[in-house]
């Protein structure tokens, strides 16, 4: 019944549903596959489609705020996906800790596209990527040869590009897959708050509900940090030299990408420079560029502005079906 209601509402009804439904996919890796889930917005067969990909150490659910913002004003049916990427929120975790990364992670998100598409047929996909998302998304955008249903049209990348500081990633790397128990989501939300400060000012009832999905509760009480701690394995592999040679791998990505690209950029960002960014609006896709006072990195795409950046540029008024991808200036 539930699913025949939906298919009657004309476009923009859709923004009454307030919570997503929770879906899984199987993908394979190294040990023989793992179960990846994603959290579904809209009706389930609107040919428009929204991915939204959190950074590293998040989940799907940072999207809630965007994802309801874009059903009220979407114009057409339009479904939105937020994945948490294996390891994280409600995915399974990996055998093999090394395999947590992009490559990884494109591959898991061909897999959802296929079974989106097959659910219903893509007329048009667009991409979010905060972070470690936007890297993902730049690879799916980047790789000509990748076998997407369709071509990404619009692309947002939030605070990150091909270059990242070094510094930033020390930063992450003194924090990431450091567990811990809690006596209550409370208190897990103010001990993130002490390491995401950087993510712009919040009420304390905005960072409550973006913390709820981010513990777990346990069986002998309390909650834990929602993702695998082996994530921080292969991160913390890394070292200058290695990063610098990512660099040298991610231009060529970021120079092949033909999708309208948005880049955010928190004005304080220590992870995505300026002159990163300003290099970004002049090379590639060229992007459109849009920075946040008194954000560091990463925008949490929660706060009216940063909203109505990412709304307006997926949802622009005037033609959108026939649009040449890369017909967007910087």
Known sequence: MARTLRQRLPPGIAAFMTEPTLNHVTCPDSAGSHRMAYWLWGPEDACDLVVC???????????????????????????????????????????????YGIPTYVSDMLQMLQQLHAAAPLGSLDWVGTSMGGLVGMGICGSASLPLPVRVRRLVLNDVGPVIQWSALQRIARYLGQGGRFDSVRQAADAMWQLSRSFGPHTPEQWLELSQAMVRPLQSGGFALHYDPAIAVPFRTLDEAMALAGQAALWPLYDAIRAQTLLLRGAESDLLTAQTAREMTRRGPRAKLVEFAGVGHAPTLIANDQVEAVASFLLPTGPTRDEKPGSGTG
Do not use: I, K, N, Y
């Open 53 to 99: 990909v959190h950074g590293l150490s998040r989940q799907g659910r940072d999207f809630d705020t965007l994802a309801r913002a874009l059903l009220a004003r979407s114009p057409v049916p339009l479904r939105v996906a937020c994945p948490d990427l294996v390891g994280r929120g409600r995915s399974e975790w990996l055998a093999e800790p090394m395999g």
